[in-house]
Every structure is written in structure tokens, then in C-alpha cells.
T-cell receptor
Framework: DTEVTQTPKHLVMGMTNKKSLKCEQH?????MYWYKQKAKKPPELMFV???????INESVPSRFSPECPNSSLLNLHLHALQPEDSALYLC?????????FGSGTQLSVL | AQKVTQAQTEISVVEKEDVTLDCVYE???????LFWYKQPPSGELVFLIR??????QNEISGRYSWNFQKSTSSFNFTITASQVVDSAVYFC??????????????FGKGTKLSVIP
């Protein structure tokens, strides 16, 4: 299994909603990542988990809250988002320097 | 600081033409890794190739080939006999070790390739 699976594929939410994005991998990778990608831009790193501990937070607003319940799962909890947070959210895991990406969650905030 | 430059924003070619996507990078590290990823409209970033800084051999995989030149800090990607399925955004990226087994990718801005039938 060489896949990173993300759910849901699409999400529409209001600014007062609370939702979660989920990411799962079964490749035994111990580093997992959240990236944000705006339209026509490259992905930007948000968070890095290494051995289930948050190691990097790239100055992301607190309305985004990551969680790593175990070595295979990575969640991104969303609360009180703004319309400018609409983007493609990509999860990745890595074996050494090679990152494997999921197909992303396309998020629209109304 | 690391930097990746993809000067070509968009390229259009007619099917069966060859096309080269340019990538120039900057890094102070002596050991580093370069990547190319493909992003079709579906959104997933598909890994194409990884090259470490000590291996300057060119690589060919089917219709894809890569030319790594350390002297000019370039890592160019050529598609031979392009097909409509090659239409996508292609990202060149440079890897930096963050520690504890994690890595950060610095992406170029991407090149959108459109292959016209």
C-alpha cells in the first residue's frame, strides 16, 4: 500500500462551522505533513509531525488545529475559518526525503 | 535560504512535440535532493523523480528524461513525444532536512503544461 488517503475530497463550510480533515497512511512513515495550496500557487507547508509529535508549525492561525492520534493518522481540525482559507489541503507522509502526497481536500469557506 | 525558480509559467505544445521544463535552484547545502512532481487537475501531487546532489547522471524513464547540471544549478525535465495525458502542472522542488526524520520541500511556482491534440 503506497497511498496517502484523504477524506473528504470536497468540503463546504460556513465561517461558524467546525469540521475536520482526515489523512491516513499505512506505509510505516513516521513523518506526516499538512500543506495548503491556493489556486495557481505551489503548496505551502503548514505543519510537520515527526514520531507523532508536532515539530513544525509554520505560523499557522489557531483556527487550524492539527492532531496526530497515532502513527498512521493525521487530522486537521477547522474552526471559525475565513473565506480566504478556501484552498486545497494536502496531506503527505515521508520515507527519508521522499514525500508521498494524498489527493487533497478542496475546501470552500462561505 | 533555499530557492527554486521555474521561469516558465505556462507552456502549450501540440501532441507529439517534445517539451522541456526548466528548473533552477539555489542552496548552500552540499548534500541536497531535487524532485519533480506532477499535479493533474485531480489535485494529487504525483512523484516523478528524486535526484541527490552527488549523482549527476542523466536519467530516462520512458518518454521522460531529466538533465541535472550542478555547474549551472539546473534540473531540467524533458517530455518526448508529448501526449494529452501529460497536461498538468509540474513542480520542481528542493528538499531540506528538518531533523527527526522529516523534510521540507521548497517548491518552484510550477509550470502549467497544456498538450493540444
Amino acid at each position: 500500500d503506497t497511498e496517502v488517503t484523504q477524506t473528504p475530497k470536497h468540503l463546504v463550510m460556513g465561517m461558524t462551522n467546525k469540521k475536520s480533515l482526515k489523512c491516513e497512511q499505512h506505509m510505516g512513515h513516521r513523518a506526516m505533513y499538512w500543506y495548503k495550496q491556493k489556486a495557481k500557487k505551489p503548496p505551502e507547508l503548514m505543519f510537520v509531525y515527526s514520531y507523532e509529535k508536532l515539530s513544525i508549525n509554520e505560523s499557522v492561525p489557531s483556527r487550524f488545529s492539527p492532531e496526530c492520534p497515532n502513527s498512521s493518522l493525521l487530522n486537521l481540525h477547522l474552526h471559525a475559518l475565513q473565506p480566504e482559507d478556501s484552498a486545497l489541503y494536502l496531506c503527505a507522509s515521508s520515507q527519508a526525503e521522499k514525500l508521498f502526497f494524498g489527493s487533497g481536500t478542496q475546501l470552500s469557506v462561505l | 535560504a533555499q530557492k527554486v525558480t521555474q521561469a516558465q509559467t505556462e507552456i502549450s505544445v501540440v501532441e507529439k512535440e517534445d517539451v522541456t521544463l526548466d528548473c533552477v535552484y539555489e542552496t548552500r547545502d552540499t548534500t541536497y535532493y531535487l524532485f519533480w512532481y506532477k499535479q493533474p487537475p485531480s489535485g494529487e501531487l504525483v512523484f516523478l523523480i528524486r535526484r541527490n546532489s552527488f549523482d549527476e547522471q542523466n536519467e530516462i524513464s520512458g518518454r521522460y528524461s531529466w538533465n541535472f547540471q550542478k555547474s549551472t544549478s539546473s534540473f531540467n525535465f524533458t517530455i518526448t513525444a508529448s501526449q494529452v495525458v501529460d497536461s498538468a502542472v509540474y513542480f520542481c522542488a528542493l528538499s531540506e532536512a528538518l531533523g527527526a526524520g522529516s523534510y521540507q520541500l521548497t517548491f518552484g511556482k510550477g509550470t502549467k503544461l497544456s498538450v493540444i491534440p
